[in-house]
């Protein structure tokens, strides 16, 4: 019996390799009589999988100077291409956006058949379009948000509370996990009109563990991606701990809606519609389904939005406070600017954010060194074409290393320090038509929550100034705070910053 067992394991062994070698033996054929972008040597079957390190995206920008801005990669079955400059990023969004409009959809992202009603990473087509008209209109019409800016303030300035609370009770907050809290509700609001968690509810806990496991899991190196033909197998059991923490989520989110469904209304007529009412009036132009958006779609759709508001918002003031907290020099100008510009009589308002050149370079120059989503979302090439001179098949995977072309050197003085005052006089933003930094991406697929995200980036993190005086937790210094990274889906701080918030004046004003 282990005789026949061991004959099994061998054959079925040696019939993959067979199997694998020819599909490689075949793309090789394909690409073989046109010129591919340079790149690192590639072994047999894996190809380049083992050469991306523990930081690809780090990885990938040392490769720069040796294979140029635009490198091509081998990661098992997969062919994939690197863009890795200003001038690379330029060519592909100005000149190649539709060639490049198509989606790489790794198994994880099927769990719980999250990519059937997702718009991320829809493909380009009827059903993409419709569901970014909706959202874009609903959150970023010049209309909708105008009136929405009481929900912000007021998500504001419960987690202002909530600091204060917390820090009044332990000394010390977690800052991420109240800008998460945050922004829980604020998209709460927008979506279904109800505040949805606070700091002791047994549902925070939970979804914030669960979108945790997503964020983690999702980012996670899969062979069944790389060896389509072992799909089956989940050999690292990814896609099953996935369909575990994505069932979670969903099931989270799903109470959200059934209970906002069943009372609808709560027997008052509502100020304003929100987007699940929009959604509910919405008819589906896909033809293989029904009328009626379905519920799993509506589902997906808006635990996506709840993952893109709370894990790139929180991140990035994360990161923004962490990169303050270890230069007091910048961190006084910044908050000089508060005080000059918004005074200590009240707190900040969105109408004071354009007001706030400094804020504005700040957040800039966060979002350069730490992009929230340092590959952006691959993108798939839908034709064969060629890209600065060198030929890419269809079904190529797109990185765009927005981490890498943040520290191009072409494009970026001392490009590897924290200086806010680059962008002073400068025009440079990030809303995808400076292609030197692209953190929210460009072209037709770039961030649809751009508006929002850049609205309460500036208040929640000009709130956070203005009412606190901030200091590291002992033994902690500016000098050895910890700046490692966490690679999931967004790139986190790998040590969560704790923070001792004390708090001004200007808390008690509205």
């Not at 990661?75 to 863009?83: D, E, M, R, S, Y």
């Not at 829809?122 to 970023?140: M, N």
Request: charge should be neutral; glycine fraction near 8%; hydrophobic fraction near 40%.
């Amino acid at each position: 019996m282990e005789l026949a067992w061991s004959f099994f394991v061998w054959s079925a062994g040696i019939c993959l390799s067979v199997v694998l070698v020819l599909q490689l033996l075949q793309v090789k054929a394909r690409n073989s009589s046109r010129q591919l972008p340079p790149g690192p040597p590639r072994w047999p079957i894996v190809g380049n999988l083992f050469d991306l390190g523990k930081a690809p995206h780090r990885t990938l920008a040392g490769l720069v100077q040796k294979y140029g801005p635009v490198i091509w990669l081998q990661l098992g079955a997969v062919n994939t291409v690197v863009i890795q400059s200003t001038k690379a990023s330029r060519e592909l969004f100005k000149n190649h956006d539709l060639t490049y409009s198509g989606r790489t959809i790794t198994e994880v992202m099927k769990a719980g058949s999250f990519d059937q009603g997702s718009m991320a990473i829809a493909q380009y087509g009827p059903y993409w379009r419709k569901i970014k008209r909706i959202v874009v209109t609903e959150l970023s019409g010049s209309k909708q948000f105008n009136e929405t800016a009481s929900m912000r303030k007021r998500s504001v300035d419960k987690m202002i509370q909530w600091i204060d609370e917390e820090a009044q009770a332990k000394g010390r907050v977690c800052l991420a996990n109240f800008v998460f809290l945050a922004n829980c509700n604020l998209v709460g609001n927008l979506v279904l009109s109800r505040d949805l968690l606070d700091p002791q509810c047994k549902e925070g806990a939970e979804f914030l563990n669960a979108m945790e496991g997503l964020m983690i899991g999702g980012g996670k190196p899969n062979v069944a991606d790389f060896f389509p033909i072992l799909k089956w197998l989940d050999p690292q059991g990814i896609r099953k701990k996935m369909e575990k923490d994505m069932g979670h989520a969903m099931q989270i989110v799903s109470g959200f809606v059934k209970e906002r469904i069943a009372k609808p209304q709560s027997g008052e007529r509502k100020e304003r519609k929100d987007l699940l009412d929009v959604l509910l009036e919405q008819e589906d132009t896909r033809e293989d389904e029904p009328d009626k958006l379905l519920e799993r779609d509506m589902i997906s759709l808006i635990l996506e939005l709840f993952m893109g508001a709370t894990e790139t918002t929180s991140s990035t003031i994360e990161w923004a406070m962490t990169e303050l907290l270890r230069d007091s020099k910048t961190m006084s100008k910044v908050r000089t600017e508060l005080a000059q510009v918004v005074g200590e009589n009240r707190r900040i308002n969105e109408s004071d954010i354009e007001k706030l050149p400094y804020l504005h370079a700040v957040v800039k120059e966060t979002l350069r060194l730490h992009p929230p989503i340092p590959f952006l979302i691959p993108r798939r090439a839908v034709e064969d074409n060629n890209f600065m001179g060198y030929f890419i098949p269809m079904d190529t995977q797109v990185f765009v290393n927005a981490w890498a072309i943040g520290r191009d050197p072409d494009s970026w003085d001392d490009p590897l320090s924290f200086k806010p005052e680059r962008f002073l006089g400068s025009d440079i933003d990030y809303g995808g038509q400076h292609f030197e930094l692209i953190p929210f991406g460009a072209g037709r697929r770039r961030c649809a929550g751009f508006t929002m995200g850049h609205t309460v980036l500036h208040l929640a993190l000009g709130s956070l100034l203005h009412c606190f005086e901030w200091e590291l937790d002992e033994p902690i210094t500016p000098e050895n705070i910890d700046m490692e990274e966490r690679l999931g889906i967004t790139l986190r701080k790998n040590v969560p910053l704790e923070l001792v918030p004390k708090t001004r004046d200007v808390f008690n004003k509205k």
